[in-house]
């Protein structure tokens, strides 16, 4: 992380501005801090329940009951607000769309072809159909995601890891050049079994760890050094990625899910979601008051037991709180998640907005688009360069000029974009181009090459034109076809 410029020695300091670390949110400087970032990431995605530490740190009601000594579980507020959520799969989705497409570089001397076949073979054996839903929640929820270009006997693979086994190392001057690249990973040994197949024995928890740097790989098992597994890679610069959503505030060697900035305001909102419960749960339960007399038969709280003894002036009643307050936490609540959706592009796909101009809904989806667009710039960019490599490193042909693109953010308006494409191909526009514009809108299959179907393009209207003038270019006469 960037040094703190003003005065290294300021310590870090909570949102309160008391020197409490054990309650902030403040941004993670150690691996272990960014271990327990990744899983406050994770369960925000996976939607479980608050940690402590969030509660006080975001100041969210907890249901306590005063006649127990210690919160119990059931008091930690869930998750409920769904616009986490919810942003993180729309971005996702948006990412790659329908997958990742190859397209070949415009440049003279290289087999355009040929390009595509080598670079369609790394990712087919990479499954990046697959891994590309992957990568992009990864990225979306996490906000990181490492990649590397991994030997393996049949060829090079694209791997990406779990940010949270992965440490990327930058220069000091510029925090933007990946120096060394270190995964730590757990794995378990298969289960002992016997020849029923029946497990008579656990499996062994074994570490990995891979540090690659620009020259050379070097592999530990359990702390042990691998001299099969290290050596030079020979890839002539170092073969990984560290993508990112977003760059992190104030450190670019990390990243910020799609959804940064709205944690507080969601959590305010399931805040006041947790108040409505505490009260609806209260009124279910109401106390027990007895006034002008004590008790001191403490099953006198069991069902069916009968209270005697009640002096004239005593009374014994249930007390149940009032419900009136509950509209206007209903209310404020709405008025905090119509704030917040206001804010973010993303809902232009969930009714908020709706009532808005055509022009302001324009402008919302340009600013989608926009986002979107930033982050494919740098995760296409990744992508192309370790696929050259990938090929490179199976003697395959030169990957210059190579691109990595997708179908648009949002979806076409097929309609008009053909009759632009019909407009372009009539001044002339090249059928390679025509083809690969079909690719991105949907109308043609992605894995084809954009050469290949301008060529069945020609040849079929070639065909065209020799059906209608016939063998010897006279047009044919009717039944004359053939």
Not at 99 to 125: C, F, S, T
Not at 159 to 177: I, L, M, Q, W
Not at 272 to 297: E, F, H, M, W
Not at 348 to 357: D, E
Request: some cysteine; overall charge negative.
């Amino acid at each position: 992380m960037l040094p703190r410029w003003n005065n290294p020695e300021t310590p870090s300091r909570t949102r309160t501005g008391r020197n409490e670390t054990q309650t902030t949110l403040r941004p993670p400087e150690t691996p272990v801090e960014w271990a327990k970032e990744y899983e406050r990431r994770r369960a925000i995605a996976y939607g479980e329940p608050y940690t402590v530490d969030e509660v006080l740190a975001y100041g969210i009601f907890r249901a306590v009951d005063e006649t127990g000594s210690t919160p119990s579980d059931e008091s930690i507020p869930l998750r409920e607000a769904e616009d986490i959520r919810f942003v993180q799969s729309v971005n996702s989705s948006a990412l790659f769309r329908s997958g990742p497409m190859l397209e070949p570089g415009d440049v003279d001397g290289v087999d355009g072809d040929a390009q595509i076949e080598a670079g369609q073979a790394v990712w087919k054996r990479s499954n990046i159909k697959v891994q590309a839903g992957v990568w992009s929640d990864i990225l979306a929820s996490m906000g990181e995601l490492p990649v590397e270009a991994v030997r393996y006997p049949e060829g090079v693979r694209l791997v990406g890891y779990d940010p949270e086994y992965v440490r990327a190392t930058f220069d000091a001057e510029t925090s933007s050049k990946l120096l060394k690249f270190t995964v730590v990973a757990p794995y378990m040994d298969p289960e002992d079994t016997n020849e029923h197949g029946e497990v008579i024995g656990p499996g062994i928890l074994h570490t990995y760890k891979r540090v690659v740097d620009d020259t050379e790989i070097k592999v530990w098992i359990d702390g042990e050094y691998q001299e099969s597994l290290s050596g030079p890679h020979n890839f002539g610069e170092i073969p990984c990625a560290f993508l990112v959503w977003d760059e992190m505030p104030g450190d670019p060697t990390h990243g910020v899910p799609c959804s940064h900035g709205m944690e507080a305001r969601v959590a305010r909102m399931d805040s006041i979601s947790c108040q409505i419960d505490a009260a609806g749960k209260r009124y279910a339960n109401p106390i027990l008051a007895v006034k002008g007399a004590k008790l001191t038969d403490a099953d006198v709280f069991r069902l069916g037991r009968i209270m005697s003894g009640i002096p004239a002036d005593g009374e014994v009643s249930y007390k149940e709180p009032s419900m009136s307050g509950l509209q206007a936490l209903g209310a404020e609540y709405d008025r905090k998640a119509a704030a917040l959706r206001s804010t973010r592009p993303e809902y232009i796909f969930h009714g908020a907005g709706a009532s808005a101009s055509g022009e302001a809904l324009k402008v919302r989806a340009a600013q989608f688009v926009g986002k979107v667009e930033e982050v494919r710039g740098r995760v296409f960019a990744a992508l192309a360069r370790l696929t050259s490599l990938a090929v490179a490193a199976d003697g395959g042909p030169s990957m210059e000029g190579v691109r990595v693109t997708a179908p648009p953010v949002l979806p076409v308006d097929r309609a008009s974009s053909m009759d632009a494409l019909v407009k372009a191909r009539t001044a002339g526009l090249l059928a390679e181009d025509v083809a690969a514009e079909l690719q991105r809108v949907g109308y043609v299959d992605p894995d084809k090459s954009p050469v290949d179907y301008a060529r069945e393009m020609m040849d079929r209207e070639a065909q065209d034109g020799l059906t209608f003038f016939g063998a010897g270019g006279e047009p044919a006469l009717p039944g004359e076809q053939g």
